[in-house]
């Protein structure tokens, strides 16, 4: 199964009563395994969860914590891409070279860098003190 096709079966176990807008995200960390996230909504909006950084728990748990792949699915009319807050959180654990799927559940596709998405990212060598 591709990437494409598990962010595609996690996406249905998504909890967005709200919105109503099904989000699935899996992520391959580097060691090759596969790991799924849905956006959960709550009724507080902030409080919510992406799907992205779903996944992201996903991985750290499972005890990885590197990137190779991303993708992310959701029924739009365009691919969607993350949010700059899960562009940020990605960006942790994804180096600039990473790919980033996004993809409708109607087949279209996009791909982009982890650099493409993020310019600029804030790094820790942001944080080093001279």
Known sequence: MDLVQHASAV???????????????????ASGGVHLGCNVENVAYPQ???????????MVAAGETRIAEVCVIADSPAPVPPCGGCRQKLSEFAGPEVRVIMAT???KTLTMTMAELLPG???AAHMERP
């Open 48 to 58: 919510g969860t992406c799907a992205e950084a779903g996944a992201i728990a996903a």
């Open 121 to 123: 990212a804030f790094t």
């Open 105 to 107: 559940t109607r087949g």
């Open 11 to 29: 996406r249905l176990r998504a909890h967005a009563p709200y919105s109503g807008f099904q989000v699935g995200a899996a992520i391959r960390g």
